[in-house]
């Protein structure tokens, strides 16, 4: 069946980088945008940032610009987010979900955590 | 930009029917489709609603979806209430290929 499932969250110091990965299978990648959308401990959700199914146009929030990338090696079936000048109030959990069409984000991982500390 | 707005919080009986709103604050409610997710605590968010009123299989259709352009808001109705329908509820749209947003969310008590 189709699953995302994300990977390398972990607690890190203000100003360190981190690298998120998301691992799909049950469909075929290089056919779907994809997405990484946070989640702040007890708050909402937040999108972060779009590819296309190719990899040509990347698009982020504000909040992030400058300081993620997002990017996919459709040979391993993998969506990846480079986090970099990491601050407390990038701490969320960080899903990753398949775009099937017109913004419509399904399915999701599970999330992984991330935890920004001193 | 815009933004989507939702109520923080309802509450209703099983068996009842509860309507969540999600209005959009600039641009029209119809420019583009509205998504509706369901998350429960500890868990994922999965669809009830896409495309502004159709349900994934596997949603029961007790879940609907609309949009009313006079209000400039989407509605999630959910009929006959469940204790298990209690969750979070989320409205979603977007604005071209960068600009996606979320309602804040609105808390759904059944009791």
């Known amino acids: 069946q189709v699953r995302l499932v994300e990977s390398g969250g972990g607690v890190v110091q203000p100003g360190r980088s981190l690298r998120l990965s998301c691992a799909a299978s049950?469909?075929?990648?290089?056919?779907?945008?994809m997405h990484w959308v946070r989640q702040p401990p007890g708050k909402g959700l937040e999108w972060v940032a779009v590819i296309s199914y190719d990899g040509s146009d990347k698009n982020y929030a504000e909040s992030v610009k400058g300081r993620f990338t997002i990017s996919r090696d459709d040979s391993k079936n993998r969506l990846f987010l480079q986090m970099n000048r990491l601050r407390a109030e990038d701490t969320a959990v960080y899903f990753c979900a398949r775009d099937i069409t017109a913004g419509w984000f399904d399915p999701w991982g599970q999330g992984t955590l991330v935890a920004v500390s001193s | 930009n815009f933004m989507l707005t939702q109520p923080h919080s309802v509450s209703e009986s099983p068996g009842k029917t509860v309507t969540i709103s999600c209005t959009r604050s600039?641009?029209?409610?119809?420019?583009?489709?509205v998504q509706w997710y369901q998350q429960r605590p500890g868990s994922s968010p999965t669809t009830v609603i896409y495309?502004?009123?159709?349900?994934p299989s596997g949603v029961p259709d007790r879940f609907s979806g609309s949009i009313d352009s006079s209000s400039n808001s989407a509605s999630l109705t959910i009929s006959r209430l469940k204790t298990e329908d209690e969750a979070d509820y989320y409205c979603?749209?977007?604005?071209?290929?960068?600009?996606?947003?979320f309602g804040g969310g609105t808390k759904l008590t059944v009791l």
């Open positions: 495309e502004d009123n159709q349900r």
């Open positions: 049950g469909f075929i990648f290089n056919s779907y945008a």
């Open positions: 979603q749209s977007y604005e071209g290929s960068d600009h996606v947003v």
């Open positions: 600039s641009g029209s409610i119809a420019s583009s489709y």
